[in-house]
Nanobody, 115 residues
Framework: QVQLVESGGGLVQPGGSLRLSCAASGSVFSFSGMGWYRQAPGKQRELVATITSGDRTNYADSVKGRFTISRGNAKNPVYLQMNSLKPEDTAVYYC?????????WGQGTQVTVSS
């Protein structure tokens, strides 16, 4: 089992920045894939960005050029740097990791972009 806890969310003005972190505990492995997803009120959860153990990245078109996903270590496997935030980025952001034992999700961290 892997437990994930996201942090770094909050309230930010349009144009601002936030950095999300994901802390992992339990059966921590070298994850084959990591990512961030988000879910806005009334909408389905959507992919924001993913990164593989080989540093191959994939971004949603809506965040390209503004967000950067990066890998950390086993205990903090993935980060998301969010710049030039827009009101439409408001959502609960979830960390996801893929390990030999399965696919794991955190509980989410709220990001609110508003003036």
């Amino acid at each position: 089992q892997v437990q994930l806890v996201e942090s770094g969310g909050g309230l930010v003005q349009p144009g601002g920045s936030l950095r999300l972190s994901c802390a992992a505990s339990g059966s921590v492995f070298s994850f084959s894939g990591m990512g961030w997803y988000r879910q806005a009120p009334g909408k389905q959860r959507e992919l924001v960005a993913t990164i593989t153990s080989g540093d191959r990245t994939n971004y949603a078109d809506s965040v390209k050029g503004r967000f950067t996903i990066s890998r950390g270590n086993a205990k903090n496997p993935v980060y998301l740097q969010m710049n030039s935030l827009k009101p439409e980025d408001t959502a609960v952001y979830y960390c996801n990791v893929v390990s030999p034992a399965g696919n794991y999700w955190g509980q989410g961290t709220q990001v609110t972009v508003s003036s």
